[in-house]
């Protein structure tokens, strides 16, 4: 209890024993910078991987567009009567389902659809 934190150095000047901080703080400090880093760098590939995290919509719908299903939705939109719109389908990446993209062009009577 009655030792000093403090030694004596040669020239005389008092220095303190605990030197082992500042490299603790700083090893703590490049510790978890680097975890840190690692963690936003492989993070969302280990949680895609475990199924925690959904791929984004560039990776769903990179596929191109079905002609079969988009000649049939055009078809029944030209029968039902609604002009000025055009149908894509797209299939989903990863699954039987698709999604259909529907364009309604400028200045035309879409058959009572408003833009």
Not at 16 to 41: A, D, E, H, P, Q
Request: a negative charge; one cysteine or more; aromatic letters at 8%.
């Amino acid at each position: 209890m009655g030792e000093t934190p403090y030694a004596e150095t040669p020239s005389g000047k008092k220095r303190s024993k605990r030197n082992f901080c500042c490299c603790g703080c700083f090893l703590f400090l490049f510790v978890f910078i680097v975890g840190g880093g690692l963690s936003l760098w492989l993070g969302p590939s280990i949680l895609r991987g475990v199924g925690l995290l959904e791929p984004s919509a560039e990776e769903l719908f990179a596929g191109s567009k079905d002609p079969v299903a988009t000649e049939a939705v055009n078809r029944v939109l030209d029968t039902a009567g609604i002009e000025g719109v055009d149908a894509m389908v797209i299939p989903i990446a990863g699954s039987e389902g698709q999604l259909a993209v529907f364009t309604i062009h400028d200045g035309a009577s879409a058959g009572g659809i408003s833009s």
